[in-house]
């Protein structure tokens, strides 16, 4: 998948020993996002870093990559991602007259926009994040996918820009300190996922589906793709028969890989679905059988314990599909000491840049990577299927979808990612500095920039209306979360993990079906159920929601006990003036149980944060 860097400067000459000093260290940074090799690539006035996880041509893919004539250097790019149609686009190419001297999608998007400009971004179909450099013009152009699945931060300087696929890389720059102030800490405690917020002072994200020109007189970007409302004119059928031709596109597509591939399967209908295509389309290719990994826990199926988020555990589930679609299939089980070692923590603590924002769920993913990645280097996994078809339980909740506010908020969602916890994530903060950041507030502004955003029908009213805007602020808002999430804890082992229900063609369909034809058969995500049933087992097909699991162990609410009371025995821990100690007290005290679980989480999160990236709070 690869890591990216670079630095952009019109006012002096970067290709010097002392840049390539600087440069090197912050590639360094994304060694884990491209373990199998690096290169820098200096020029008067840009400096390239490239750190490459190689998937398609490995010989000739390496990077950073230059398209050349005539001696002369006409386009250099560091790129990370995939460009899943890049096939017909390098025949298109090669019919106007481009030659190519490699096989990688990389070269492609060079001529592309050699042979388009920047409307070539409008062409691609994919998961990618790249910067390229003419030094023809001596402009930088910055691309990133539709969905955001890959991130890709800049930092604006007085002359020129900064920018890395992490914020880590930026970081890594002199010129930059690690500030975060008022409105950062807001953002990240609000669970609202701002597109282009990046919490650090000075630095952004680029936003989904926009590009970003730098030229000497500054910063432009642009967007080049954005959901619109338009008529659904198909009938259920047409509508049902069309999302599964898409599907089998996608993931037939997203199979092409010249290193080892599996599936994420959980069990649930999302996984499941991407798991059974794939396994159809590698027998039809004579690829099979597919491969599929699930997590789990030491004695969780065993003794599981159903609640309102998760009525049933992953494993019965997972092992009827692998058996249903013949999968070569493997459980991966941690238990509690996996998830509390201080390595572990660090490990998806450093991947993040931010403290945890999902506790045990964090660690368990990572986990979950580290073991797939001994196996397999590319991974298919079903995020956003729930955001796209409408899977959550507060879709169909009538008191939820009226909220004034973000719908998984109006859910408890933010302190509740972890199981029904009482204490909440905020629970041990102190109420001055919480006061300080107002994010009640910031919360509600950004919910109104979020619904102004939202493309209408013309007509559109009452509850179509509603659920038109609550689609749209998962699709663009609460998917961001879960993707930056995916994307952080597989590229910490160097896993490329590709979503194929964030193909945009998929998701401007489905965005614009009526809400009465997605619950058609009276439950969530109707029409995947549909369109993808004669795969599944009826027991997976008909199964209710479950999230991704986390863990019921009572001794990992001890274990995180236990780390609390080592970060308040240390009178130099940076998280102690932020905290309420009589909240602390009573998340200390022996019959506390799990009621400060999600809390406690924060807080350690806050502290390793501080601490590791020498953070300094500005409120």
């Given at each position: 998948?690869?890591?990216?860097?670079?630095?952009?400067s019109?006012?002096?000459?970067?290709?010097?020993?002392?840049?390539?000093?600087?440069?090197?260290?912050?590639?360094?940074?994304?060694?884990?996002?491209?373990?199998?090799?690096?290169?820098?690539?200096?020029?008067?006035?840009?400096?390239?870093?490239?750190?490459r996880?190689?998937?398609?041509?490995?010989?000739?893919?390496?990077?950073?990559?230059?398209?050349?004539?005539?001696?002369?250097?006409?386009?250099?790019?560091?790129?990370?991602?995939?460009?899943?149609?890049?096939?017909?686009?390098?025949?298109?190419?090669?019919s106007?007259g481009?030659a190519?001297?490699?096989?990688?999608?990389?070269?492609?998007?060079?001529?592309?926009?050699?042979e388009?400009?920047d409307?070539?971004?409008?062409?691609?179909?994919?998961?990618?994040?790249?910067?390229?450099?003419?030094p023809?013009?001596?402009?930088?152009?910055?691309?990133?996918?539709?969905m955001?699945?890959?991130?890709?931060?800049?930092?604006?300087?007085?002359?020129?820009?900064?920018?890395?696929?992490?914020?880590?890389?930026?970081?890594?720059?002199?010129?930059?300190r690690?500030?975060v102030?008022?409105?950062?800490?807001?953002?990240?405690?609000?669970?609202?996922?701002?597109?282009?917020?990046?919490?650090?002072?000075?630095?952004?994200?680029?936003?989904?589906?926009h590009?970003?020109?730098?030229?000497?007189?500054?910063?432009t970007?642009?967007?080049?793709?954005?959901?619109?409302?338009?008529?659904?004119?198909?009938?259920?059928?047409?509508?049902?028969?069309?999302?599964?031709?898409l599907?089998?596109?996608?993931?037939?597509?997203?199979?092409?890989?010249?290193?080892?591939?599996?599936?994420?399967?959980?069990?649930?209908?999302?996984s499941?679905?991407?798991?059974?295509?794939?396994?159809?389309?590698?027998?039809?290719?004579?690829?099979?059988?597919?491969?599929?990994?699930?997590?789990?826990?030491?004695?969780?199926?065993?003794?599981?314990?159903?609640?309102?988020?998760?009525?049933?555990?992953?494993g019965?589930y997972?092992?009827a599909?692998?058996a249903?679609?013949?999968?070569?299939?493997?459980?991966?089980?941690?238990?509690?000491?996996?998830?509390?070692?201080?390595?572990?923590?660090?490990?998806?603590?450093?991947?993040?840049?931010?403290?945890l924002?999902?506790?045990?769920?964090?660690?368990?993913?990572?986990?979950?990577?580290?073991?797939?990645?001994?196996?397999?280097?590319?991974?298919?996994?079903?995020?956003?299927?729930?955001?796209?078809?409408?899977?959550?339980?507060?879709?169909h909740?009538?008191?939820?979808?009226?909220?004034?506010?973000?719908?998984?908020?109006?859910?408890?969602?933010?302190?509740?990612?972890?199981?029904?916890?009482?204490g909440?994530?905020?629970?041990?903060?102190?109420?001055?500095?919480?006061?300080?950041?107002?994010?009640?507030?910031?919360r509600?502004?950004?919910?109104?920039e979020?619904?102004?955003?939202?493309?209408?029908?013309?007509?559109?009213?009452?509850?179509?209306?509603?659920?038109?805007?609550?689609?749209?602020?998962?699709?663009?808002?609460?998917?961001?979360?879960?993707?930056?999430?995916?994307?952080?804890?597989?590229?910490?082992?160097?896993?490329?993990?590709?979503?194929?229900?964030?193909?945009?063609?998929?998701?401007?369909?489905?965005?614009?079906?009526?809400?009465?034809?997605?619950?058609?058969?009276?439950?969530?995500?109707?029409?995947?159920?549909?369109?993808?049933?004669?795969?599944l087992?009826?027991?997976?097909?008909?199964?209710?929601?479950?999230?991704?699991?986390?863990?019921?162990?009572?001794?990992?609410?001890?274990?995180?006990r236990?780390?609390?009371?080592?970060?308040?025995?240390?009178?130099?821990?940076?998280?102690?003036?932020?905290?309420?100690?009589?909240?602390?007290?009573?998340?200390?005290?022996?019959?506390?149980?799990?009621?400060?679980?999600?809390?406690?989480?924060?807080?350690?999160?806050?502290?390793?944060?501080?601490?590791?990236?020498?953070?300094?709070?500005?409120?």
């Open positions: 998948m690869c890591g990216i860097t670079g630095w952009i019109y006012d002096q000459d970067l290709n010097t020993p002392t840049t390539r000093n600087t440069l090197e260290a912050m590639t360094e940074t994304m060694v884990c996002r491209g373990p199998d090799a690096g290169g820098v690539w200096l020029d008067t006035h840009a400096a390239l870093g490239h750190r996880l190689a998937v398609i041509d490995i010989e000739g893919g390496k990077q950073p990559m230059l398209v050349e004539r005539d001696g002369r250097s006409l386009l250099a790019t560091t790129y990370s991602g995939e460009v899943y149609n890049y096939r017909e686009l390098r025949a298109e190419l090669e106007l481009h190519f001297r490699t096989s990688s999608d990389t070269e492609v998007v060079l001529h592309a926009y050699l388009w400009g409307a070539f971004a409008e062409r691609l179909n994919g998961m990618y994040a790249f910067a390229i450099w003419d023809r013009s001596e402009e930088l152009l910055l691309v990133r996918d539709r955001g699945v890959k991130p890709l931060y800049y930092h604006p300087t007085p002359d020129g820009v900064l920018f890395a696929s992490e914020a880590k890389g930026i970081l890594a720059h002199p010129a930059v690690p500030a102030d008022a409105e950062g800490l807001a953002e990240l405690i609000a669970n609202t996922k701002t597109p282009g917020h990046a919490v650090y002072k000075g630095m952004y994200e680029l936003r989904p589906g590009l970003a020109r730098i030229r000497r007189d500054g910063l970007v642009r967007r080049y793709w954005a959901l619109e409302a338009r008529e659904h004119t198909d009938d259920l059928g047409a509508t049902i028969h069309h999302i599964r031709e599907l089998d596109d996608i993931i037939a597509r997203q199979l092409i890989a010249d290193v080892p591939l599996c599936t994420l399967l959980s069990g649930g209908l999302d499941s679905a991407i798991t059974a295509l794939a396994a159809k389309g590698l027998a039809d290719a004579g690829r099979g059988p597919v491969r599929s990994f699930s997590v789990d826990f030491a004695g969780h199926t065993e003794n599981f314990t159903p609640d309102q988020m998760r009525p049933t555990p992953d019965p997972a092992h599909l692998a249903h679609v013949g999968s070569d299939h493997s459980d991966i089980v941690l238990d509690t000491a996996a998830l509390m070692d201080p390595a572990h923590r660090a490990a998806i603590q450093s991947a993040r840049d931010l403290p924002a999902f506790g045990d769920g964090d660690t368990s993913l990572y986990l979950l990577f580290k073991a797939i990645r001994e196996q397999s280097t590319v991974a298919l996994s079903g995020e956003s299927a729930d955001e796209l078809f409408g899977g959550y339980h507060w879709f909740d009538p008191e939820i979808v009226a909220a004034d506010t973000f719908p998984w908020i109006a859910a408890g969602i933010a302190d509740r990612f972890s199981g029904p916890r009482s909440g994530r905020v629970a041990l903060l102190d109420a001055g500095f919480l006061g300080k950041l107002d994010v009640d507030a910031y509600d502004a950004r919910y109104r979020a619904l102004a955003e939202v493309p209408r029908l013309a007509g559109e009213s009452g509850h179509d209306r509603r659920m038109r805007e609550v689609s749209y602020l998962h699709l663009t808002r609460f998917v961001n979360l879960l993707l930056d999430r995916k994307d952080r804890a597989s590229m910490a082992v160097g896993l490329e993990v590709r979503v194929p229900f964030c193909d945009h063609r998929l998701v401007e369909y489905v965005f614009n079906t009526p809400w009465a034809m997605k619950t058609f058969d009276g439950r969530e995500k109707s029409l995947l159920r549909a369109a993808t049933r004669d795969t087992p009826d027991i997976v097909a008909d199964r209710v929601k479950s999230p991704y699991p986390s863990t019921q162990d009572p001794r990992y609410a001890a274990a995180l236990t780390e609390l009371k080592r970060v308040m025995a240390d009178n130099d821990a940076p998280v102690r003036p932020l905290l309420d100690t009589a909240s602390v007290a009573q998340a200390l005290a022996d019959d506390a149980g799990e009621s400060f679980r999600t809390g406690t989480e924060l807080v350690l999160g806050i502290n390793s944060w501080l601490r590791t990236h020498g953070t300094t709070l500005e409120v």
